[in-house]
């Protein structure tokens, strides 16, 4: 297969690449390295010390003789991707080239702005060139779990069944987005549907869970290879910043009681995921919408499992409760419906003790990277006070 | 109470504009005048002789002694905005300042592009602008019930209580937006919605129907306060459009079957709606929505009502169906409810032979300005014909 990969550069884009690289797939990647820009900008890095995109190629080119070709350049200039999609005539398009996180589109009107108009209009530009250039072409989009929030039914892959006043409908189900990142995915779902329906262009829109982990199997054969590691109050997801905090002697930081429960998987259940989704495309007209996760844990249930594995291993961890800087709920029901990547053959990476004490030893060697300034909590979803709980929704 | 009306040179706008001032309001309104530019950009202009907003607001301080003020700047640009809101602080703000127009949307990418840029990131902008300086102001924001689209139930009025698997929750009523504008309007109900969440802000999501109407009582009284009148392809609505078409011996022209229903209303009762929003504002916290209409009507029955009416003032009407340009449902189910603004006192202008009379009267005026070519459909929701019927939704 033909693939792009928008956010080549990035935790999951590079990886994947490299995957599909690996499996024989002519691969061409997009990257701006804005997100290596953002998170320097917050005071932060990788933790691991990543190559240039360029390095990194020739790297996997000298490995393995396969050939990653690059286009550098931003989603959001039209021209610029419709030349790539002309240029590459992609079978499949995997797009990750977003700003993926929910503490930095919330920190100011500017971050937010701009988080806003580089997702939605980097996914619309993609999805008129796709409709002009490779109308057959799949996109595989990546959403996020955080989309539907915390409502009190049971969450289903995209679409619901209503009955409603003796008549029914499937219809989008009902989205409470968590942040202004989120919402800016809901913008994309919603964009996406309606290119599916008035164009007849084929999507997967994966609803991912968080994500954890720091190796995949090709980014583990060469250092050179090697993807980034966020752990910062920003870029960073929960269990990676639990893992590293655990490294370094930092204390875990829960914010409020860690009663909100979500969707996680492994880095290498992401790649499973995405090449599921590319090998079994979408039908024409088709939005599908997968909820790609592979178990349910609260924050507080996280943060026990990496206390008691790290000190398994000898450290000494301790759980610290910070005031919660976002407006969520911490005490919930959460019941979140994940099964079609499984009936696609997902075989699920299960968290264990034996995961945490892998993923703590490959951060033990880059533990001397973390700046630990930008771990603790700092960015308040409220931070003019109106509201001090989530307020009511009707 | 003081209001500032973005959007206030526009159809809607400016006789909202007058409508608060005449009640003795403080009221300021924001344009850029962009509008002006898109109908001109279009091969089009608007059948009623419009004066520049500076002409109007000394006609009105003229005919009334009221001062209206006025700062010409765009949504878009945040520090404008942010400016205007700290300098007016407003205790309404009433978002009229929005691209409009479905057609407009769906041309190419760029005016996709643009739309949902200057939609959603001026509401964005105007959102922070509320937090940072006048967080108990009231949003009072036009919609649209194409948000919704057609769904096989009951429209109901922002949410719906839905039954499922045990449990229930009250969540957003799950859209179907009808174009790339449509969909960006829906963006901006989820933003707000999150505001409303998140900051404790409160607001009112007008969904409003399609308009029609030439006068209110406040322009009617001076030929300088008349408000804008498009009737083309791609800025009229549709019973705007019949009427012009009557009136200038251009056959009606009907998208397809014509079977398509929707919610209309008075330009009159737009403001009554809207009067009615702001004097009983939404709590903190709160995100109300109001499906703003008073009337269903199919297509093809308003054609009818034109043609019979104009007939009986000796006009010779001819009905004529063009291939659909729009992706759309033309036989479906239509059902929205439409009772919160009825409880809250309105009292229909409801439409009949006599009032599409009054607004033949009206046009018959001005028909000498009208430009004949910009009136058939050529905006095709899907030029590359990849889908030439509604595509399947799950």
Redesign the interface.
């Known amino acids: 297969m033909r693939l792009l990969i928008l956010g080549g550069d990035g935790y999951l884009g590079w990886p994947t690449a490299l995957r599909f690289s690996a499996r024989g797939h002519e691969v061409s990647v997009v990257d701006n390295f804005v997100r290596r820009r953002w998170v320097e900008s917050v005071g932060s890095n990788s933790l691991t010390p990543i190559r240039t995109l360029e390095e990194r190629i020739a790297a996997w080119r000298e490995a393995t003789g396969r050939e990653i070709q690059s286009f550098v350049g931003s989603v959001e200039e ?1 021209g610029f991707l ?1 030349r790539v999609v002309a240029e590459s005539r992609p079978e499949v398009v995997i797009h990750y080239g977003q700003q993926a996180s929910a503490p930095y589109s919330m920190a100011s ?2 971050q ?2 701009e988080t ?2 580089g997702n ?2 980097g996914n ?2 993609l999805l ?1 060139a796709i ?2 250039h490779v ?1 057959e072409c799949h996109l595989v989009k990546l959403g996020t779990m955080g989309e539907y929030g915390q ?4 969450i289903e892959e ?3 069944r ?4 003796g ?11 968590a ?2 990142y989120h ?1 800016s995915k ?2 994309d779902s ?2 996406i ?2 290119a ?6 084929r999507a997967t829109d994966l609803n991912q869970g968080v994500v954890y982990g720091i190796e995949t199997d090709e980014t583990a054969t060469d250092e050179r290879l090697i993807t980034r590691f966020d752990y910062d109050e920003v870029f960073g997801t929960v269990l990676n910043r639990f893992c590293l905090q655990a490294v370094i002697g930092h204390p875990l930081t829960v914010y409020g009681s860690g009663g909100q429960t979500r969707g996680f998987l492994n880095i290498r259940d992401t790649l499973n995921c995405v090449e599921l989704a590319a090998t079994n495309p979408a039908g ?4 599908r919408v997968f909820n790609q996760f592979t178990e349910q844990f609260s924050v507080i249930d996280l943060a026990h499992l990496v206390k008691f594995s790290a000190e398994h291993l000898g450290y000494s961890v301790e759980i610290q409760h910070c005031e919660n800087p976002r ?1 969520e709920k911490e005490e919930h ?1 959460y019941n979140a419906v994940h099964t079609k990547l499984l009936d696609l053959g997902l075989e699920p990476t299960l968290l264990g003790e034996e995961l945490v004490e892998s993923i703590v030893h490959a951060i033990e060697r880059f533990k001397g990277n973390a700046i630990e300034s930008a771990i603790d909590p700092q960015t308040r ?2 931070p ?1 006070g ?2 001090k709980t ?5």
Chains 1, 2 share one sequence.
């Open positions: 039209g419709d009107r500017e937010a702005v806003q108009y939605v209009i619309l530009n008129f409709r002009d109308p409502p009190d039914i049971d995209g679409y619901i209503i009955e409603h006043k008549r029914s409908d499937t219809l989008p189900f009902p989205k409470l987005p942040s202004l919402c809901v913008h919603t964009n549907h309606f599916c329906r008035t164009w007849g262009l024409a007209g088709e939005f407006v029901y979803w409220n003019t109106t509201a989530p307020a009511g929704r009707a």
